[in-house]
């Protein structure tokens, strides 16, 4: 079938490249001509693992291309993806919504006929009814224009394959949507005839999902990591404890590895936003434990500073410090909220002279922290360093020989932030080597 994407951000571009590969016709629409102009080219603006083959393979087919023009977006299908961005507005928790009601806005003037709107970004609860409002004031076609809410539950670095192969669709309507929800199902058939599951709800519901999830799994990663700093005040191993609490099947593995913190473009902003949200609705204090998960999340950084300084003596003015890492998580050049950004800019003023290095996130960082230095050879930026501070579980770092390596620096000290490296290799290598959550 024929379907649009509009906005090519990261969900979009992701979203339509996928569609494309499942076999229907696409046509992504952004404001951004440059953008749109790189999509084209079977190029993403940023870093995705597989996307870049996609895109390259569906515009080269004839599947899938980009365009800036809303009436040709409107033109060329009755079903419609909403991908656009919801960041946290500048100074406050709440989302922004500027670019959803933008969008809706530019596109609603050329439905002239039956259509079908999904949105796919992550909002606060009771912004569909917002949607429906503007499509109803601006669309020709009125109430025959049917709104759904199909929230996204990618992971960065794995989100092709999460839109390929979800673990659930959730789809959200007004009422008895027969002919949206038949379009609908029709563009995810080949993933629901593979076994995923369906969840069918209420708007407000389907606008909940994506919220709550993310509310818990920062939650569960918090929590960890409270339980790594009691290690370490009390001379307890959070990397075996983490492992016993996995096995009992109500708590799980998944997301209980100690480390750095969470960062990215969701979690922390979705908290945030959820929080906000919350508090206009009159429901506060229900989701007061938020706080605490975001305030156990930022002192991680703290305590990365603390080791640092007792692995300095107490003195970080003057000293050469070498980061690994700069994008929030591996396989992304993505650094909001980074962990590991947010440790090296404070060493920076504290005075250090601090050296970053990143597989695919250094044209991003220099943007964003001109003041640092940076590498793209991680051994050559930790030529003559006196600390080492692995904060991005990269696994080309994992692959580096710490014997060799000790050879360049000048003092082999490391401190893991993700406790993904080798203890035992590393001070085998005559490292001193210290983890957060480890004595």
């Keep these: 079938m024929k379907l649009?994407?509009?906005?090519?951000?990261?969900?979009?571009?992701?979203?339509?490249?996928?569609?494309?590969?499942?076999?229907?016709?696409?046509?992504?629409?952004?404001?951004?001509?440059?953008?749109?102009?790189?999509?084209?080219?079977?190029?993403?603006?940023?870093?995705?693992?597989?996307?870049?083959?996609?895109?390259?393979?569906?515009?080269?087919?004839?599947?899938?291309?980009?365009?800036?023009s809303s009436a040709e977006a409107a033109a060329f299908a009755d079903l419609h993806f909403i991908g656009v961005g919801t960041p946290q507005k500048p100074g406050e928790m709440a989302y922004d919504?500027?670019?959803?009601?933008?969008?809706?806005?530019?596109?609603?003037?050329?439905?002239?006929?039956?259509?079908?709107?999904?949105?796919?970004?992550?909002?606060?609860?009771?912004?569909?009814?917002?949607?429906?409002?503007?499509?109803?004031?601006?669309?020709?076609?009125?109430?025959?224009?049917?709104?759904?809410?199909?929230?996204?539950?990618?992971?960065?670095?794995?989100?092709?394959?999460?839109?390929?192969?979800?673990?659930?669709?959730?789809?959200?309507?007004?009422?008895?949507?027969?002919?949206?929800?038949?379009?609908?199902?029709?563009?995810?058939?080949?993933?629901?005839?593979?076994?995923?599951?369906?969840?069918?709800?209420?708007?407000?519901?389907?606008?909940?999902?994506?919220?709550?999830?993310?509310?818990?799994?920062?939650?569960?990663?918090?929590?960890?990591?409270a339980m790594a700093e009691v290690c370490e005040t009390s001379g307890a191993d959070i990397q075996p404890l983490a492992e016993a609490l996995g096995h009992d099947p109500r708590i799980g593995r998944r997301g209980m590895r100690p480390g750095l913190g969470f960062g990215g473009g969701c979690l922390p902003k979705d908290i945030r936003g959820f929080m906000a949200r919350a508090g206009e609705l009159g429901a506060d204090q229900a989701l007061n434990f938020l706080r605490e998960v975001d305030s156990i999340n930022t002192h991680r950084h703290e305590r990365m500073l603390d080791l640092t300084r007792e692995q300095l003596n107490g003195v970080i003015k003057s000293?050469?410090?070498?980061?690994?890492?700069?994008?929030?998580?591996?396989?992304?050049?993505?650094?909001?909220?980074?962990?590991?950004?947010?440790?090296?800019?404070?060493?920076?003023?504290?005075?250090?002279?601090?050296?970053?290095?990143?597989?695919?996130?250094?044209?991003?960082?220099?943007?964003?922290?001109p003041q640092l230095d940076y590498a793209e050879d991680p051994i050559k930026a930790a030529e003559g360093a006196e600390l080492l501070l692995h904060l991005t579980e990269w696994p080309e770092f994992t692959r580096i020989d710490p014997a060799d390596l000790a050879t360049r620096v000048a003092v082999p000290r490391v401190i893991d932030g993700r406790g993904t490296l080798n203890r035992a290799r590393w001070q085998a290598a005559g490292w001193t080597h210290r983890a957060l959550g480890r004595p």
């Design 97 to 225: 919504l500027t670019h959803l009601f933008a969008a809706t806005r530019q596109l609603a003037p050329h439905l002239t006929r039956p259509a079908v709107i999904v949105g796919k970004c992550t909002v606060p609860v009771g912004t569909a009814p917002q949607v429906i409002g503007i499509l109803r004031e601006f669309a020709p076609a009125g109430d025959q224009v049917e709104v759904c809410w199909n929230p996204e539950f990618l992971r960065e670095s794995h989100a092709v394959e999460d839109t390929l192969h979800p673990d659930r669709i959730v789809l959200g309507f007004t009422g008895e949507n027969t002919r949206a929800e038949t379009m609908i199902r029709h563009a995810y058939g080949k993933i629901i005839k593979s076994g995923t599951p369906v969840i069918v709800t209420d708007l407000a519901t389907a606008e909940l999902v994506k919220s709550a999830a993310n509310a818990f799994l920062a939650t569960k990663i918090s929590f960890i990591n």
């Design 4 to 68: 649009t994407v509009i906005g090519c951000g990261y969900l979009g571009a992701t979203h339509a490249a996928a569609m494309a590969e499942l076999g229907h016709e696409v046509l992504g629409m952004d404001t951004d001509p440059d953008k749109v102009a790189a999509l084209n080219a079977g190029r993403a603006p940023f870093f995705e693992r597989g996307l870049d083959e996609l895109l390259t393979k569906h515009t080269a087919s004839g599947k899938l291309r980009f365009t800036t």
């Design 319 to 369: 000293k050469r410090i070498t980061v690994w890492g700069a994008a929030f998580k591996p396989d992304t050049d993505d650094i909001r909220d980074s962990p590991a950004l947010a440790v090296a800019q404070a060493l920076h003023q504290a005075g250090a002279s601090v050296t970053v290095s990143d597989p695919k996130a250094l044209d991003n960082a220099r943007k964003i922290h």
